[in-house]
C-alpha cells in the first residue's frame, strides 16, 4: 500500500468512527449535546467539526476533541446518570488528558472487537473514574457505543479508557 493509499484509508475509517459519525448527525439534525470532559460538563448544539476540536453554537472556546471522555444526548441523561458509577480508585490518580499516546491504557482491539461481534456485556472504566455497563452498539478507531439500557447509547472516546473488561455472566 503507498502512502497515499494509506491516507486515503485512514481518512475512510476515520469517517466511519461512531463518535465523527454521530458527531456530524447531531449537527444535521441540530440536536444539543452533553459532553462530559475533563475540565466538566459542556452543552451545547454543534456549529463546525474539525479534526481535533468541535465549535459549539453561543460558545467561544471550542471543545478539544482530546478533552473529551463520552458524549450523549440530553434525553439520556438520567439513563446515565443512574447507570454510572464511580472507581475511587481511579477517580484519585487524577489523570489529565493523554496528550501523549504512550499514557493512554492500551486496550487490546482484539478484546473490543470479540466483545462488539458477540454482544458481550462489558464494563469500562474511564480516566476519571466514571464506570459503565453495557453492551457495544459500535466499535470504531476513536470511539465506541455503549447501549447502557433503555434504549440509550453513549459515545465513549478510546483516548479516555482506562480499562475494558468482558462481564463473565
Request: glycine share 6%.
Amino acid at each position: 500500500m503507498s502512502d497515499e493509499e494509506i491516507q486515503r484509508y485512514s481518512v475512510r475509517q476515520a469517517q466511519k468512527d461512531p463518535a465523527n459519525r454521530y458527531l456530524f448527525k447531531q449537527l444535521r439534525d441540530k440536536s444539543p449535546l452533553v459532553f462530559i470532559c475533563y475540565n466538566g460538563i459542556v452543552t451545547g448544539k454543534i456549529q463546525t467539526i474539525g479534526d481535533y476540536e468541535v465549535k459549539l453554537i453561543k460558545r467561544k472556546a471550542p471543545v478539544s476533541k482530546l478533552g473529551i471522555l463520552y458524549m450523549f444526548k440530553p434525553d439520556a441523561a438520567n439513563i446515565v446518570k443512574s447507570s454510572v458509577t464511580i472507581n475511587k480508585t481511579i477517580s484519585a490518580l487524577k489523570l489529565k488528558i493523554p496528550r501523549v499516546v504512550e499514557t493512554r491504557a492500551v486496550i487490546p482491539e482484539e478484546e473490543i472487537e470479540n466483545a462488539f461481534n458477540d454482544k458481550l456485556p462489558v464494563g469500562i472504566a474511564l480516566r476519571n473514574g466514571h464506570v459503565f455497563k453495557g453492551t457495544l452498539h459500535s466499535n470504531g478507531i476513536f470511539s465506541l457505543r455503549l447501549d447502557i439500557g433503555s434504549n440509550k447509547r453513549i459515545v465513549i472516546m478510546k483516548h479516555s479508557m482506562y480499562a475494558f473488561k468482558v462481564i463473565k455472566e
